[in-house]
């Protein structure tokens, strides 16, 4: 039901980060016929209560996906309203998930 993440053109993705080989975690975007979602994966069994990614100018962010959650035998580490800040967005990072989240900027 989310068609950017069947958009397979090379506007489709945008690397956030790849670079935060410290806390194993990789983030990018899929972007499609009007839609934007912010994919994170955090490859460690490490919880962050308060992870930033990078990214500016969102509005509005919310989660649509948590692999951490209850109905898949994770923690339900999930997350309520994004903050979203100047220097980009924070919010939980549960362990080996990945999450995905609905952007509008």
């Known amino acids: 039901s989310h068609p950017a993440l069947w958009d397979d053109t090379s506007e ?4 956030v980060d790849f670079s935060d080989t410290g806390n194993s975690v990789v983030s990018y975007l899929r972007k499609g016929k009007g839609e934007i979602l912010l994919c994170v994966h955090n490859f460690s069994p490490n919880c962050y209560e308060k992870y930033k990614i990078p990214l500016k100018g ?6 649509i996906l948590n692999t951490d ?7 339900g580490k999930l997350n309520g309203p994004i903050e979203i800040a100047s ?3 924070y919010f ?5 998930a990945s999450q995905v989240f609905q952007v509008t900027f």
């Open 12 to 15: 489709s993705f945008e690397w």
């Open 58 to 63: 969102a509005k509005i962010v919310r989660e």
């Open 69 to 75: 959650a209850l109905a898949y035998s994770g923690t």
């Open 87 to 89: 220097d980009g967005i």
């Open 92 to 96: 939980i990072l549960a362990p080996l």
